[in-house]
């Protein structure tokens, strides 16, 4: 029985690891392509307080110490460090949520082997994430050609790892004593970012620069293990710190009273039975148990979605502000760039602000996290249901197959907004707070537009999801579609002859009309609304006539 926890864990968490991993690696790949003939003297410039907030290490210099710094120190970092929290936070919590903890623990095993297998699975999959980083770390320099050899690629690659597992652990933790999943991931990304900001705004201040070093993202970071190798005390202070959060959760998964999930009251449902609010509620509400689909639906990832709608805030407000500080250097040495390197970028000017935000945020960051995120929801989202064994529960009540399958389509809409607003939100005030004079309107454009996208590509893993019941092909099917449009996109219009053809690329509707220095192009967008209602309906039918896995 602990062999099928553990397993079962490794199986369902296993893509979305290597996914995340895989992403930062090739954003350093593309990172490195773009700047490498670009003299990148003029980022170690930059007030201390920006290089520490993006992680360039200015002991690396050159290129070398804004990839690996930017990308692997700041991205990657929050990225495995997220998921190992998605990961802690549903160990316990989310056990009980779905209301299956105690059905783990009617089995002939105890409280503490649960815990156990649960732990040893985040840790198995977060070296899983770091190995794939590490490996893209070591692989990208040679393929590209780029000097690296004074990068420590393995010894910032065991940091980075350290720490995912010290935050994965935070959530554990909280979630065992609590039972409360939203609490967990909630709790335990809130503290992530406050140690990064204390560790890295804290040493400005003289008289504040020793508390910095009680951050534990101080731990992972302070002593640029890139440039000067494992620092053993502060590896030390991250693992023991992960056996005490360990020892914990043990204490308040085995103390408490575990939640029964049948036996939870929402907020809705004590409106609904208030004389003054019932109506009103009851109206909110709707169909009792197609509302109730959604709900649940909606609740089942959303640790992964707090986790990467925050990083995406972080990463959009960042870059309005730095705009400013660019040398008229840099964008003279962009205007040399080969055409396939600009491809990359969608031929993008970053001497204006539009084209910076383009190339740095929209044409490859929110992508990322849209389909991180959207992707394991459209996959999870029926298939996951039949993994599961639930999807015979749901079905057992009053309720067709479609309506059923509209209510988990309007749950991944609900996650896209999300994504789509924090993504907004960021960046609006990032460019107001640098001036950079992009219009409002065309910010949301973009971010409309970035949504709709990222709401697409989730629905192609929700209809091969309803087509084969599983997630896994669901996920792959939905990354594989968003890597051939980029590319489609970015290197077909480089051919006269095939240029045409890049016109049908999802990438080409998002970004092809230049939202973010024209305004809103309409028609594209009605591509995108149409990809999805397409693909959504296309999955009625193939669920409604497939034998479901039992």
Known sequence: MLASIFTKSLRDRWVGEVVGAASIALLLVFTMAIYADIDTSFY?????????????????????????????????????????????????????????????????????????????????????????????????????????????????????GANAVFWGMVATAIGAWTGNRTAASGGAAAAMVGSYLAATLLPLFPAAAGVAQVAPWYWFSGSTPEANGIHVGHLALLVGGAVVLGVVAWVGVNRRDLRDQQGRVTFLDRLRTHPLTQRYADRVAGSTRVSSITAKATSDQQGLLVIVAGILFMLSLYYGPIYNLLPPAFTEALAGFPDTLMAMIGQADMSTAAGWLQAELFSLTIPIGMVTVLASVGAKSLAGEEAARTMEVLLANPVARRHVLLAKAGALVVYAVVLGVATFVGVTIGVLVGGLGVPVANLAAATALGTLLGLGLGAVAFVVGAATGRSRPAIVAATGVAVLSYFAWSFLPLSPSLAGWANLSPFDWYLGGDPLAASMPWGDAALLVGLTVVLVAVAIPLFERRDLRG
């Open 44 to 160: 170690y410039e930059l007030p201390a307080a920006v290089l520490d907030a993006v992680g360039i290490n200015p002991d690396l210099g050159g290129l070398s110490g804004i990839a690996y710094g930017s990308i692997y120190n700041l991205m990657g970092a929050l990225v495995v460090a997220g998921i190992a929290i998605s990961i802690g936070a549903s160990s316990v919590a989310g056990e009980e949520r779905d209301g299956t903890l105690g059905v783990l623990l009617g089995n002939p095993r105890s409280r503490t082997d649960v815990l156990a297998a649960k732990v040893g699975a985040m840790v198995l999959l977060t070296v899983l994430g770091t190995a794939v980083l590490w490996a893209g770390g070591e692989l990208a320099p040679v393929v590209l050609g780029v000097d690296a050899s004074g990068v420590r690629v393995g010894a910032l690659a065991v940091h980075l």
